[in-house]
């Protein structure tokens, strides 16, 4: 059989898969890109999980504007017609899909091949009956959401994040299972677009890894949609297509009645047909063994977004393969490093976090300052109504000769995920938190509750001693 030969190839064209594959082509290098199917080119991303949710989002943000409006006079009628909601989604998708698919990356003049790879040895693959090799292979192949599997599970109408954008109807009512990003940010949208919505989720907390002072707040304002909330509880079983037994922390049992579930309990690789030890990769604990630098134990071989076991996020993914292109072509060997990564969870409002989280920082023993500051005497805030909005920040332990740094924090407000940029690049490029301190603010831009914190922090240096220099000094100078 004739086998085809590549400097690199690249298996999964999600947002890790094309951020190797378009760079290495871009340098001139021979691509062969692998992609299940033409409409799975774009990953998760694209077809079952940020574009179509964020498209969705942003539909029942206006129908819940247009319901505010009401309380300024105007008058509100009718509901939601779904299928217009799922056309405007899938025209989004259509419109970004058109340079992300197999023509499109035909054109640019990688090599694509449709269908599922298996290892065929240490560099070889089969694809549809046809052998591929090459110098270097990268497995991109993403994740698929987690099965809920409990008794009479086969009776219910079953959404996940696969098939919710799919809908031909509006559930009346949704029994939500999980607490995590992608089951609240569903949540609210269907709440918002007329569903009523009930969350069980297992923890005592919602969004397990973002810090308790502002994720208090996101589950109270949940709770003001009518939302409601189930913590520590479990779903036992399905009694029928429209109940379930529901498992409380205090033993009780209680029966609920809904007309669909969404389920939305964590996520899982997608290997199925990889044939991994042929190519002499290990495999532990459902995931690839992995060394610092993304190299599976066949050091030829790399992983790359979803699959390296890390941070489950379209720009983890992208930093994965910024990561992989350095050590390819540098002789300075980049580790994987996450303590300035960030991540935003898009409810309204939004909560976003970046750099090292406090449990984080205890645990490497770092010295820091926790700063928080509502946003209660925020102007912006007041007449935009989000007083209840909080910033956490934590700051190096600093002095007079020594810079304070942005290690990490987090905030919840609208358009959090962009009022923390200016956070994100001051924690990235380790900048002082003078530079927050010193930059001029237009009146009154959201961002400038940044800046409130940070002179908070500048204030405290105004010491005893220090004010009677300043006393002197302006007696002398002025």
């Known amino acids: 059989m004739e ?247 205090s033993g009780k049992a209680i029966t609920h009645q809904f007309d669909a579930i969404f389920v939305a309990i964590g996520r899982e690789l997608s290997l199925d047909t990889l044939d991994l030890a042929k190519a002499k990769i290990k495999f532990d604990k459902k995931q690839i063994v992995k060394d610092s630098y993304l190299r599976t134990t066949n050091k030829n071989v790399f992983v790359c977004g979803d699959v390296a076991g890390d941070l489950q996020f379209s720009h983890a993914a992208e930093f994965h393969a910024r990561t992989i292109l350095n050590n390819l072509f540098s002789p300075f060997k980049k580790k994987l490093n996450n303590k300035n990564m960030s991540w935003v969870t898009f409810t309204d409002p939004e909560l976003a976090t970046f750099g090292l989280s406090e449990k984080q920082l205890q645990k490497q023993h770092t010295k820091y300052r926790r700063l928080e500051k509502t946003f209660a005497e925020d102007d912006r805030a007041v007449v935009d109504h989000y007083t209840y909005g909080k910033l956490v920040l934590f700051v190096s332990q600093g002095s007079l000769f020594k810079k304070q740094k942005l290690l990490g924090g987090t905030m919840v407000a609208p358009n959090a995920g962009e009022l923390i940029q200016e956070l994100i690049l001051a924690n990235t490029s380790n900048l002082s938190v003078k530079a927050i301190f010193n930059k001029i603010y237009p009146y009154p831009v959201a961002s400038r509750v940044n800046q409130g914190l940070i002179t908070d922090l500048m204030s405290e240096g105004l010491t005893p001693t220090i004010k009677i220099f300043l006393r002197k000094a302006y007696q002398i100078f002025s």
């Open 3 to 249: 086998k085809h030969e590549f400097d690199i190839i690249v298996i999964g064209a999600g947002s890790g898969g094309l951020s190797v594959g378009l760079f290495m082509n871009q340098a001139g290098f021979k691509v062969l890109m692998v992609s299940k199917s033409d409409l799975s080119i774009g990953g998760d991303c694209l077809n079952d999980g940020c574009v179509p949710s964020k498209a969705l989002i942003h539909v029942a943000k206006i129908v819940k504007q247009a319901r505010d409006a009401e309380q300024f006079g105007l008058t509100l009628t009718g509901k939601v017609a779904i299928h217009k909601v799922i056309g405007y989604i899938h025209s989004k998708q259509a419109f970004i899909r058109t340079h992300e698919d197999a023509k499109w990356l035909r054109d640019q003049g990688i090599t694509v091949a449709l269908g599922n790879a298996s290892f065929t040895g240490k560099n070889e693959i089969k694809v549809d009956g046809q052998l591929y090799s090459g110098k270097k292979i990268v497995i991109a192949t993403g994740s698929k959401p987690r099965k809920f599997k409990v008794k009479g599970i086969e009776k219910v109408k079953y959404y996940d994040n696969e098939s919710i954008f799919h809908l031909d109807n509006l559930p009346e009512k949704v029994l939500c299972i999980g607490g995590g990003p992608i089951g609240i940010e569903i949540s609210q949208a269907l709440s918002r677009l007329g569903s009523q919505v009930t969350i069980v989720n297992h923890g005592a907390i919602i969004l397990e890894h973002d810090d308790l002072a502002v994720t208090s707040i996101l589950l109270n304002q949940l709770e003001k949609e009518n939302i409601e909330f189930l913590l520590e509880a479990d779903v036992s079983c399905f009694t029928s297509s429209t109940e379930a037994v529901i498992k409380l922390k």
